[in-house]
């Protein structure tokens, strides 16, 4: 059981680990949950520790590495605050977005227009774009902790930077999740996964649906 400040470090570790590799410095943590003191975010990285959902990696300074994620969608109906046995608090406010169906290398562009479901997903991932989740097909991306099986966060957008995790559609036919990176007149979609090739084409071939932002995962 998080609370909800808990549950929104996580998620911003999480996310910064996913969009750059690195993990956020205590004052990055510290200005995005709008605490006073780093003493704040050392009380939280504790807690989140202790609970198995991160663990600090040996002998690397700022290096914290996200082991599991709470089952968002199944979330208690009452998170208890975090210091001295405070009064409960309501559970983070959610917003519900298109499901689009399962994405992998060579997903046909008509995957990412199916609007039948739909998933929760916490206010504090998303800020005021739009919005729309993906189901993981295959372990390309498995280098940065994506899986088969996860959800991913996507905001809509057709510009991303090099670096960037995107939703990249090739020939207007073709879906795949990869890192962008720029090349000359080229686009690399990069995977996170020595067993696959990256590929490398024309950048008029390729148009940018989207940037990752967040990621889900349900334990059994």
Do not use: C, W
Not at 90 to 109: F, N, Q, S, W, Y
Not at 122 to 149: N, V
């Amino acid at each position: 059981m998080l609370t909800a400040k808990q549950q929104q470090l996580l998620m911003f570790i999480n996310d910064r680990l996913l969009n750059s590799g690195v993990s956020p410095s205590f004052d990055e943590m510290k200005d995005a949950l709008g605490l006073k003191s780093k003493s704040g975010v050392h009380r939280l990285i504790n807690a989140l520790e202790e609970r198995g959902f991160i663990r600090r990696m040996a002998n690397r300074a700022r290096a914290l590495e996200i082991v599991k994620m709470p089952e968002i969608q199944a979330a208690p109906t009452n998170l208890v605050s975090g210091a001295f046995g405070q009064a409960s608090a309501p559970p983070p406010e959610t917003v519900d977005i298109p499901l689009h169906g399962r994405i992998a290398a060579g997903t046909p562009i008509e995957a990412l227009e199916q609007r039948d479901s739909f998933v929760a997903i916490p206010q504090t991932m998303l800020g005021r774009g739009d919005y729309f989740a993906l189901e993981i097909s295959g372990d390309s991306m498995i280098g940065l902790g994506i899986l088969d099986g996860d959800t991913v966060v996507i905001e809509s957008g057709k510009t991303a930077r090099d670096g960037d995790v995107v939703v990249a559609l090739v020939d207007r036919e073709e879906a795949t999740l990869k890192t962008l990176q720029h090349n000359g007149q080229n686009i690399e979609l990069v995977p996170a996964n020595p067993d696959h090739q990256t590929q490398v084409l024309d950048a008029q071939r390729v148009e940018v649906q989207g940037r990752l932002v967040g990621l889900m995962r349900r334990y059994h």
